[in-house]
């Protein structure tokens, strides 16, 4: 056996017991016995594990990609649904940490797209969002040209000069210790690159502003 296949057969079982963690933590913060809903210890915990998580489904699906064990599921989707449902999903640990979560979308927009991949880089891009917010998140999704685009964006202090505008050529490593890691971004690139229609090609970017005014991370797909 490849040491690549122990790696992620290892990340796997780390990952089933993370999950449990999760599930653990949401029922103790659910159940009034405990009396822990909103306390602050538990919500850094439950983020951090949630954070944790999201890497290593990240790095499963890399290698996935990378020996050719992924299979695009390609379902058309109403955004408008999509979008609540994934908010739903994030917006009581934003809350609990004093951050407002909504959406904005056209409510007959729709999109092909694999669900349970485009939500990991969106559940990525909340999480990333989360840390650096001051205290508004919001997804948007408009049709632009022929492309779809979702965004996640912030009203915090934006990403740095250097990380703005295309990020599909990023390797992860370049990334490592300025505080927002790359990882996500390459996993997301990748994701979004998977996507193709009539020769275009979905793709990722950064930019600074948006309608909150702070960081704002897209990917568009065809």
């Not at 250097?162 to 390459?186: C, I, K, N, Q, W």
Request: glycine share 10%; aromatic share 6%.
């Amino acid at each position: 056996m490849k040491f690549a296949d122990i790696l992620a057969s290892t990340i796997h079982d780390i990952k089933n017991s993370l999950g449990m963690v999760i599930n653990t933590l949401d029922e103790i913060t659910t159940d009034p016995g405990y009396g822990l809903a909103g306390n602050p210890k538990v919500v850094t915990l439950q983020l951090e594990a949630r954070r944790a998580n999201y890497d290593l489904i990240q790095l499963l699906t890399l290698y996935k990609l990378d020996t050719g064990r992924v299979t695009l599921q390609l379902v058309g989707h109403n955004l408008d649904d999509f979008l609540d449902d994934i908010v739903v999903e994030h917006r009581s640990l934003a809350q609990a940490r004093g951050i407002t979560l909504d959406y904005r979308c056209d409510p007959l927009l729709e999109a092909y797209f694999d669900e349970d991949l485009v939500r990991g880089v969106l559940s990525n891009a909340i999480g990333n969002a989360e840390r650096y917010t001051r205290d508004r998140i919001r997804l948007t999704a408009v049709a632009e040209e022929d492309y779809v685009a979702i965004r996640v964006e912030d009203n915090g202090p934006g990403f740095p000069q250097v990380m703005l505008g295309s990020a599909d050529d990023h390797e992860p490593e370049e990334g490592f210790g300025r505080g927002r890691t790359r990882l996500g971004l390459y996993f997301s690139s990748q994701v979004a690159a998977l996507h193709r229609n009539g020769g275009r090609i979905g793709h990722i970017c950064l930019t600074n502003g948006g309608t909150l005014g702070g960081g704002c991370f897209s990917i568009r797909l065809p």
